[in-house]
């Protein structure tokens, strides 16, 4: 067996007791032989997913000296590696750190993302960054490993996800997901599966046939006076704002409304924060709805924007 934990963004970290044999089966199909960077923890399953990958075919796996975009890029330059599997934020936090221009990065063949809701804009930037290089969203979950995925372009966030032994539904908006290679359960937590087998992903999608676009987590929605706000809805506006160079959004709460939605913003330059509240609120009040223009934008380092699984940080509310 394999015991692989959550990461806890939402509350407890829940125990995921997966079947070895069960989970093992897809790495059975010969894939790609190529020179993968090793990002991702191996307690995540997308990093152990990389590594078996890796393994599998024969390939070579190189380990950054650490988790930073300067040292992740020296590896890539100096390994010539081919494969960058990492989360947007970390993608987003390499761009703004100008480490991608002092390397040679002509080696990569392909970025991977997922583990979170990629920025429209951030996407736009990395296709910018890499117009060479095949840009592919990736679709795991601790509960049931990592499926085949196929992005419809490099700046699209519509993606194709299951393949042999998965099959998808929607539900109320909800994805749903059946998979040979399922946990058995939890150890510390109920059961999230349907009475006919199905996983409740907890993922609000759109769909266009066999393809779907992510919306966010029902975990991480804000509830302002009864109406529901996606932070990555509001964060890919924020981030179109001049001068914003990443953004997170959450919710805090509030006497009359019960959450008001906030904003934090990291800077590609120095500015004077009352400036940046301005003209970031400004922005979205052409483009969203009253109730999700954020109530305060606050300026702070793009670390702070980032977790130690180099997710998005996002501070939800009660």
């Avoid at 330059?77 to 703004?96: D, I, N, T």
């Amino acid at each position: 067996g394999l015991l692989l934990f959550t990461s806890g963004s939402s509350g407890e970290p829940r125990a995921a007791l997966h079947d070895g044999e069960r989970l093992l089966t897809k790495y059975r199909t010969p894939r790609r032989r190529l020179r993968t960077l090793l990002f991702l923890l191996f307690d995540h399953v997308g990093g152990f997913d990389t590594l078996l990958q890796a393994l599998a075919n024969a390939g070579a796996v190189i380990v950054p000296e650490a988790r930073d975009p300067e040292s992740v890029c020296a590896a890539i330059e100096r390994h010539r590696a081919e494969v960058l599997p990492a989360a947007p934020s970390f993608l987003g936090l390499m761009l703004l750190s100008g480490a991608v221009a002092r390397h040679d990065l002509s080696s990569l063949r392909y970025v991977t993302y997922g583990a979170e809701v990629m920025p429209q804009r951030t996407l736009e930037r990395l296709h910018a960054a890499f117009p060479g290089v095949t840009l592919l969203q990736k679709y795991g979950l601790t509960e049931l490993g990592t499926m085949r995925s196929h992005s419809s372009a490099n700046d699209s966030l519509w993606v194709k996800i299951g393949g042999e032994g998965f099959a998808t539904r929607v539900v109320d908006g909800l994805l749903e997901i059946r998979a040979a290679s399922s946990m058995l359960g939890y150890l510390n937590a109920p059961s999230p599966f349907t009475e006919d087998g199905w996983f409740m992903t907890g993922d609000a999608v759109e769909q266009d046939g066999e393809y779907f676009r992510i919306l966010g987590r029902v975990s991480d929605l804000i509830n302002v006076a009864g109406r529901k706000v996606y932070p990555a809805e509001v964060e890919a506006v924020v981030a179109e704002a001049e001068n914003v160079a990443e953004a997170a959004v959450s919710g805090e709460p509030h006497p009359f409304t019960g959450a008001i939605v906030v904003a934090r913003v990291a800077l590609e330059r120095d500015e004077d924060p009352r400036e940046v509240e301005r003209r970031v609120r400004e922005h979205c009040r052409g483009r969203l709805a009253p109730y999700m223009v954020p109530a305060r934008v606050e300026v702070v380092p793009a670390q702070e924007l980032v977790t130690a699984r180099d997710k998005k940080a996002r501070r939800t509310s009660p």
